[in-house]
């Protein structure tokens, strides 16, 4: 029996792409033994137990981007958690990563156990974790890059996979049947805004200020403010939730999405055909912005900052872009990413674990 390691946690971006390779290995090659490297902190506590899956903490320490009393501290701290990971795969025969805090040290004590590394990038640029994990001998597998031969896409769920395969009538009747199921008007054009898991307090400030004039120019909203934000009252035109449990009928009832641009939410309103305002998250290294990009150069959305992103602008911009939603759905253009990418990863891992 073969032992794989995935280092992915944090945000669902990170875990959910890994649990869709590790489903496909548990399917076709029972035989080898998945398990997860996480934190306390980060959402894998919960996707991953609820997969069946083998859970290991290790501290969560991010390289400090500033000069504070952090950075004095941090080589103590990581020492500590090369250690902790180091100890956990002892005895593994493969570490696939896929960016973030825990891929760093996955990926780091690997070289040094002489494990053999797969790193997964799913933004359209590299991250620190997996340009370490290139320095460590990896195989590198990217989402995007139309001209290049590690061009694998990223893992979606198999009812995101399913919508986008529907035929235009099928398509139709997923979007009335979503919309009743929200008490939503199927002859109203829906607008489908999301921050992510834990919501972001812009795009809900910027909605609660906007949402009464939205509506009166005959657009409905769906909403999903956060998990551990308060509710908004629901409204004619109005479908406020903290946590849209099931993503495929969400967006079988947009004409319009307004979210960040994460990688699997650009590959998921990519493949189904859905016009986006994308709102980057200003952290990190931009690659949020260099996702949109991705789609925004061909037609299928637009992009703007997130100080831009008021109710102001958004008031005096939701005509036209319904318009352009309209439009896009019209010319029945989507993008072209891989739709098999948990196969693809899986298949490439197993020819790294068998040295070929």
Not at 96 to 117: S, W
Not at 231 to 238: D, E, H, T, V
Request: hydrophobic share 45%.
């Amino acid at each position: 029996m073969s032992t794989i390691f995935f280092a992915g946690a944090g945000t669902a971006g990170h875990v959910e792409p890994a649990l869709a390779v590790a489903r496909w290995l548990r399917e076709n090659y029972p035989e080898i033994d998945s398990h997860f490297i996480g934190t306390s902190e980060g959402v894998e506590n919960v996707l991953v137990p609820a997969a069946n899956f083998p859970l290991h903490l290790i501290n969560k320490v991010p390289f400090p981007r500033r000069l504070d009393k952090k950075l004095l501290s941090w080589p103590w701290r990581f020492s500590r958690t090369l250690a902790q990971t180091r100890e956990l795969i002892a005895k593994a025969d493969l570490v696939i990563g896929f960016g973030g805090y825990v891929a760093a040290p996955a990926y780091l004590c690997a070289r040094r156990q002489g494990i053999p590394i797969v790193a997964h990038e799913a933004n359209a640029k590299m991250g620190m974790a997996n340009k370490l994990a290139i320095r460590c001998g990896a195989v590198a597998l990217r989402a995007f890059g139309e001209d290049s031969p590690d061009r694998v896409g990223i893992p979606l769920r198999r009812e995101i996979l399913e919508l986008a395969a529907m035929e235009p009538k099928a398509r139709r009747h997923a979007r009335e049947v979503a919309l009743h199921a929200m008490n939503l008007d199927p002859q109203i054009k829906t607008i489908l805004v999301f921050g992510g898991s834990q919501g972001s307090m812009k795009f809900n400030e910027t909605i609660a200020q906007s949402q009464r004039e939205i509506s009166r120019r005959g657009y409905q909203i769906i909403h999903a403010v956060g998990a551990k934000n308060e509710l908004p009252l629901a409204q004619a035109g109005y479908f406020p939730v903290r946590y849209i449990d099931d993503m495929a009928r969400a967006y079988a009832a947009s004409d319009l999405v307004i979210s960040r641009s994460g990688a699997v939410t650009v590959a998921e309103v990519g493949i189904l055909g859905i016009y986006s305002l994308f709102v980057p998250l200003p952290i990190g290294n931009g690659e949020q912005g260099e996702n949109a990009k991705v789609i925004t150069a061909r037609g299928g959305g637009e992009l703007v900052s997130n100080s831009d992103f008021t109710s102001t602008w958004l008031l005096s911009h939701i005509d036209q872009l319904m318009v352009s939603a309209e439009n896009w759905s019209s010319s029945g253009k989507r993008m072209d990413f891989p739709l098999d990418a948990s196969a693809e990863i899986g298949r490439r891992s197993l020819k790294v674990l068998a040295h070929e």
